[in-house]
């Protein structure tokens, strides 16, 4: 049986009265959406109610599907432990899921347990749904670091195992809007803001899922919004279907977006594989600029290649530009898959014989000693793009005014720490962030007398 009906629901603890106490009154709009929504619910009696939550355990490459019989939740921490919760999980469904994630190696499981109380994310939907309906399991399932395809992917799984326990299921895809929609919010204002809740609102209003994956992260993150991967995921659990949306509210009074809608799948659509599509698409774009590469990066993603496949170390080829075997320079090897930061290592002064054995080491390492992921697997050989940036020589600065966040790059050091930062990166606008993450890299800290240099780079794609 296909999942009967899902719904994007935001979850500001204030909303339930005896938390807001009387401050629920200024979203009066999204509580009579959120009560509709738990109407719907109601006259649809599903067996298992399962709940996307930004707020449950959450790692940078895992989802955490929650394990056991039951859990308890309150709301304590927002002064109110009377509003309790007791809730039985569908471990029916949970263990089917997790065959399926296993047979695929998806990293999607019961692991790593921390706290097993309900969350926030959970018990504001719980609020308003057993209000009106008391019947029926959950499921809560937490995001992830990964990509936005592999959301997707897990909503694919999860509509998989609906079908095969031929359970009767709504989705709750659980999350906020942007957090920075006014200057006297909690969180300020940033432009970003008003235009993902503008683009959230329209997108999930037309139920243009495959629109949902084109969201840069960059700008996610700017707009401080908390809701997209459970959107992602429960549009997923929809794919190859049409789907027929209905927006019921939308709020910005506090400063944070609350939007409500609602989704009823219909006849299978061979035109909505939207994940399918983009990794599609991803690739296309990927060939396109690989076809267009230097031969710097061409010899960067040739090392990567027979690293990531073989284990071996790329010998030196011949016919590269005469500089790449006279010249010495420090070099760095930046990985992207997706839009997303995949490895990046780099050495500030030459510590191979030439340019060309320089980007050969560091490609390696980008690949596959970054500590910061995982190493690289041959099946994402198709989908990265490669950068390589050469770096001048550093010079001594006195002061930021001399810096330049799209020309030059900066080193920050404090006796035997260094920290350095590329000029020129996404999401890096002023000087002070530059050296704040600069210092941070270096284990630096702000009261620390650390001295700065600069450098420019030519970069190569």
């Not at 998806?106 to 309906?133: I, N, S």
């Not at 594989?273 to 690989?290: D, G, N, P, T, V």
């Not at 070099?331 to 340019?355: D, M, N, Q, W, Y």
Request: some cysteine; glycine content about 10%; proline content about 6%.
């Amino acid at each position: 049986m296909p999942i009967l009906a899902a719904f994007m629901v935001p979850h500001p603890p204030m909303i339930v009265p005896r938390v807001g106490r009387g401050s629920e009154k200024q979203v009066a709009e999204t509580s009579a959406a959120y009560e509709q929504v738990a109407e719907e619910v109601a006259a649809l009696m599903p067996d298992t109610i399962v709940i996307l939550s930004p707020h449950s355990v959450m790692y940078a490459d895992y989802f955490h599907i929650s394990p056991g019989e039951t859990a308890e939740g309150n709301f304590g921490r927002f002064g109110a432990p009377e509003v309790c919760f007791t809730e039985s999980y569908d471990t029916d469904l949970v263990r089917r899921i997790c065959a399926l994630a296993d047979a695929e190696d998806f990293p999607a499981g019961t692991l790593g347990e921390r706290d097993p109380a309900l969350d926030h994310g959970t018990m504001v939907p719980l609020w308003f749904l057993r209000g009106k309906y008391p019947g029926g399991k959950i499921l809560r399932i937490g995001l992830s670091g990964l990509p936005l395809t592999d959301h997707y992917r897990l909503g694919e799984l999860i509509d998989r195992a609906v079908e095969e326990t031929g359970r009767r299921v709504v989705i709750i895809a659980s999350g906020d809007l942007s957090h920075k929609l006014q200057t006297y919010g909690p969180y300020g204002f940033a432009p970003e803001g008003p235009e993902y809740d503008k683009r959230i609102m329209k997108d999930c209003g037309a139920a243009d899922f495959g629109a949902l994956l084109s969201y840069d992260e960059a700008f996610c993150e700017r707009a401080a919004e908390c809701g997209h991967r459970s959107f992602v995921i429960m549009a997923g659990a929809f794919d190859g279907r049409s789907v027929s949306a209905r927006v019921l509210s939308h709020q910005d009074i506090t400063g944070v977006g609350y939007g409500i809608c609602t989704f009823t799948p219909g006849a299978p659509d061979g035109t909505r594989h939207f994940r399918k599509q983009y990794e599609a698409q991803l690739l296309s774009e990927c060939m396109r600029k690989m076809e267009g590469s230097d031969d710097y990066v061409a010899l960067a993603r040739a090392s990567v290649e027979a690293w990531v496949r073989g284990n071996d170390r790329l010998p030196v080829p011949e016919e590269l530009p005469a500089e790449m075997y006279s010249d010495r320079a420090g070099a760095f090897v930046s990985i992207h898959k997706c839009g997303r930061l995949r490895g990046c290592i780099g050495t500030i002064s030459a510590t191979e014989r030439c340019i060309a054995e320089e980007i050969i080491q560091n490609a390696i390492s980008a690949c596959s000693r970054d500590p910061r992921f995982d190493a690289i697997t041959e099946d994402e050989l198709k989908f990265l793009e490669i950068t390589v940036d050469i770096l001048g020589d550093a010079e001594d600065i006195s002061s930021p005014a001399e810096l330049d966040v799209k020309r030059y790059g900066v080193i920050v050091s404090y006796g035997r720490k260094r920290g350095l930062l590329l000029p020129n990166l996404d999401g890096v606008d002023s000087v002070e962030q530059q050296i704040e993450i600069a210092r941070q890299k270096g284990g630096i800290r702000e009261d620390d007398p650390y001295k700065l240099q600069r450098f420019e780079v030519v970069r190569h794609y």
